[in-house]
């Protein structure tokens, strides 16, 4: 393309500025996308790949993470990269999770089943049906394997003539409708900043006055020594209901937190709710915690690890599996909302803050930002 005019540019390739461009796409627009690196390396790639609508709260939230579900399917169908829609498990070790469980699915669970310990079994035989009070089963959830995934969707729009990817190429100045780096400069209408967690850049000086706070995970991935090991649904305990909003309405929440404060200090410390998920090459992944800080530690903390792996074998125990890679990442929350957007000019804007959240929110948040910003 030779063209340094563009309807649109997007900085940063990782799921966010991703989203926003194969929405830009649909729309006919001109596009030019550029990446620090080969490829998106950070958040976007160092997560479980799960699209994962029970996350959210009932409301606008959830009508979100469902509209993105779909956005996924169809992205999947025309780039071709493995999708799963497996569902989730939530799955209950004491009574009092087994009331938020019951709670959720009579008031908001239009799509849930609340299941016995047998009947979770049935689901996922790798469940320990007599060290469970129950489950609850969701449809909707579903897998995929991040780095790949994005690297068909980066390849998709390469093909397309209306787009230009620019990897491994630093932009360090954006705004007024001009984009600038080490080879150049471009011209744009609108300007989407979409660097994740990367505050040192662009912007530097907005960012650090916004509410964003940093949070660090930590994940491991296993493979079967020998034979298939299949899950079926994604599998998370009692400490999920703590982490996610759509279980905070519940009546039970606060008697249940009670305990797990009282009971499992260390896990409260670090964060720690724990899920296993499955790829596409059956290895499972297993995380993660939940540091939050300005100021956060390269280290993985091999301690939340151990934490991880023995609270997930009182109901799942990992047998015959390989350690194969463990890992940190780092994500921007902004406390008390599902994203960040901050308008730097007439058409520049800063898009991050989705908290853990890009993969089942950012599709459908790139639909309807761009919708809105077209409306008169």
């Given at each position: 393309?030779?063209?340094?005019?563009?309807?649109?540019?997007?900085?940063?390739?990782?799921?966010?500025?991703?989203?926003?461009?194969?929405?830009?796409?649909?729309?006919?627009?001109?596009?030019?996308?550029?990446?620090?690196?080969?490829?998106?390396?950070?958040?976007?790639?160092?997560?479980?790949?799960?699209?994962?609508?029970?996350?959210?709260?009932?409301?606008?939230?959830?009508?979100?993470?469902?509209?993105?579900?779909?956005?996924?399917?169809?992205?999947?169908?025309?780039?071709?990269?493995?999708?799963?829609?497996?569902?989730?498990?939530?799955?209950?070790?004491?009574?009092?999770?087994?009331?938020?469980?019951?709670?959720?699915?009579?008031?908001?669970?239009?799509?849930?089943?609340?299941?016995?310990?047998?009947?979770?079994?049935?689901?996922?035989?790798?469940?320990?049906?007599?060290?469970?009070?129950?489950?609850?089963?969701?449809?909707?959830?579903?897998?995929?394997?991040?780095?790949?995934?994005?690297?068909?969707?980066?390849?998709?729009?390469?093909?397309?003539?209306?787009?230009?990817?620019?990897?491994?190429?630093?932009?360090?100045?954006?705004?007024?409708?001009?984009?600038?780096?080490?080879?150049?400069?471009?011209?744009?209408?609108?300007?989407?900043?979409?660097?994740?967690?990367?505050?040192?850049?662009?912007?530097?000086?907005?960012?650090?006055?916004?509410?964003?706070?940093?949070?660090?995970?930590?994940?491991?991935?296993?493979?079967?020594?020998?034979?298939?090991?299949?899950?079926?649904?994604?599998?998370?305990?009692?400490?999920?209901?703590?982490?996610?909003?759509?279980?905070?309405?519940?009546?039970?929440?606060?008697?249940?937190?009670?305990?797990?404060?009282?009971?499992?200090?260390?896990?409260?410390?670090?964060?720690?709710?724990?899920?296993?998920?499955?790829?596409?090459?059956?290895?499972?992944?297993?995380?993660?915690?939940?540091?939050?800080?300005?100021?956060?530690?390269?280290?993985?903390?091999?301690?939340?690890?151990?934490?991880?792996?023995?609270?997930?074998?009182?109901?799942?125990?990992?047998?015959?599996?390989?350690?194969?890679?463990?890992?940190?990442?780092?994500?921007?929350?902004?406390?008390?909302?599902?994203?960040?957007?901050?308008?730097?000019?007439?058409?520049?804007?800063?898009?991050?803050?989705?908290?853990?959240?890009?993969?089942?929110?950012?599709?459908?948040f790139a639909e309807d930002f761009l919708t809105s910003l077209r409306t008169p």
């Open positions: 393309m030779k063209t340094r005019n563009f309807d649109i540019a997007i900085v940063g390739a990782g799921i966010t500025g991703l989203s926003f461009a194969c929405a830009a796409v649909k729309r006919g627009y001109r596009v030019i996308l550029f990446e620090k690196n080969e490829q998106a390396c950070s958040a976007s790639v160092r997560n479980f790949g799960l699209i994962w609508p029970m996350g959210q709260s009932a409301g606008p939230g959830y009508e979100r993470a469902i509209k993105s579900r779909e956005l996924w399917l169809q992205l999947a169908r025309e780039t071709g990269f493995w999708v799963s829609e497996n569902g989730s498990l939530f799955v209950a070790l004491h009574e009092d999770e087994m009331q938020v469980l019951e709670e959720y699915h009579k008031n908001f669970g239009s799509v849930t089943k609340i299941l016995s310990p047998s009947e979770a079994s049935n689901v996922s035989s790798h469940i320990l049906k007599d060290k469970i009070r129950g489950a609850l089963f969701s449809p909707h959830e579903m897998t995929i394997n991040p780095p790949e995934a994005i690297q068909a969707i980066t390849k998709w729009l390469k093909k397309n003539n209306n787009v230009e990817v620019r990897n491994g190429e630093m932009v360090y100045e954006a705004g007024n409708g001009i984009i600038r780096t080490s080879s150049g400069s471009w011209k744009a209408d609108n300007i989407f900043i979409c660097s994740g967690s990367v505050t040192h850049t662009l912007y530097s000086d907005v960012l650090k006055q916004q509410n964003l706070v940093s949070c660090k995970l930590q994940m491991m991935k296993f493979r079967p020594v020998r034979g298939t090991f299949n899950i079926g649904p994604t599998i998370c305990g009692g400490l999920t209901l703590m982490h996610y909003d759509a279980f905070r309405h519940c009546p039970s929440i606060e008697k249940m937190k009670k305990r797990i404060f009282s009971e499992l200090p260390e896990y409260v410390r670090y964060g720690i709710h724990v899920l296993v998920a499955q790829n596409n090459y059956n290895e499972l992944l297993i995380g993660d915690s939940h540091e939050y800080g300005i100021e956060i530690d390269p280290f993985i903390k091999t301690e939340i690890n151990k934490l991880i792996l023995k609270y997930l074998d009182q109901y799942f125990p990992i047998k015959n599996l390989e350690l194969t890679n463990i890992w940190s990442g780092i994500y921007l929350k902004n406390p008390g909302n599902t994203e960040f957007v901050y308008r730097a000019d007439s058409s520049t804007f800063l898009i991050t803050g989705f908290g853990g959240g890009g993969m089942t929110l950012a599709p459908a």
